[in-house]
């Protein structure tokens, strides 16, 4: 019998698990146990061990409410699986756990608690090195948000262009939203290329700005500006923005859900692995923070011309070529933004997505 083991540090108490899966879904070359490690995420580590990562909660049984606010797993936690012919049982214990040799049986071991108290090394579900400097650069606005959010008024000495350390008046700013705001411009309208459908517009990140003094006209002070910054510019709270990328855990939709690309960071070159990628559906089609989506582009129609003696010619119906991999991160209602996961071809703004 051979023994896969795995040990997760747990913010909370969680019972002994063991579970049954294929065995057919775990990578061929998967460690026999693997110790966590800086740098790592939950979609590297499962990929370590299965075939299809996004399978992960599969895996381990989790319900929908346990996909949102998983257990963490910490560097220095080793994670073990325990094959029996064509089963898979799944154990899981505190780091204390004693260590475990590929000959010893770990059916005594007992889970304890994690007394420690809650720090920010624990493993997030998506490479955060990667994506952080975007998490708050991708926005959706559409005619509510922009009809609600902040907007600035006037700089204070009355210029009209402002940038870093520049201290400006502006309306719409509530004290329960927090003192950071992200200053954005309404850019182009994005529309579904499926039936012309209105899903926003984008935003256009500017900078950022703190609050000096809340009150009905509020002065801000921007302390980041990538970009001139003007009358009417729109303000929204950081605090509303920033995707629970910590959160979750990489998981196929509940439902049939399909769709478009609409654009990509990379513009026409096309985009890679750890790309972002706007897709044309979200909340209200089902789309959630976690969701995994296949990618796919349909060929060009080929038509075989060697039987000209029969007409019409034949039209070949070639399969749509599977490209890679998208994992939503952040979610607006009509569309959402996704990490490319993984990739064979380049991204383009034409290809389509759907369930795994």
Known sequence: MKHFVIYLILLIYLPFTSIAADSTALQENAPERYTVQKGDSLWSIAGRFLKDPWKWPELLKLNADQIKSPHLIFPGDVIVLELQRDEVNVRVFTQSAPEITP?????????????????????????????????????LLNKESLNTSGHVLSSVDQRLLLSTYDEFYARGIHPDQGDVWLIYRQG???????????LGYDGIYLGEAKVVQHGELSKLMI?????????????ISARTQIPSV?????????????GHIISTSDGAIGAGTLSIVLLTKGKKDGVDIGSVFAISRKPLELRDDSTKFFKPKNTLNI????LGLVMVFNVFDNASYGLIMSSTQPIKSSDRFSNP
């Open 319 to 322: 399969p749509d070529q599977r």
């Open 223 to 235: 302390t980041t500006a990538v970009k001139d910054i003007y009358r009417d510019d729109r303000l």
């Open 188 to 198: 182009q309208a994005i529309i579904d290329p499926a039936n012309n459908q209105l």
């Open 246 to 258: 910590f959160s979750f855990i990489p998981h196929p939709p509940v439902k049939p859900i399909s």
């Open 103 to 139: 000959t010893s049986t770990s059916a005594t071991l007992e889970p304890k608690p994690r007394i420690e108290a809650f720090t920010t090394n624990f493993i997030p579900s998506i490479p955060l090195t990667t994506l952080s400097p975007f998490l708050n650069k991708h926005l």
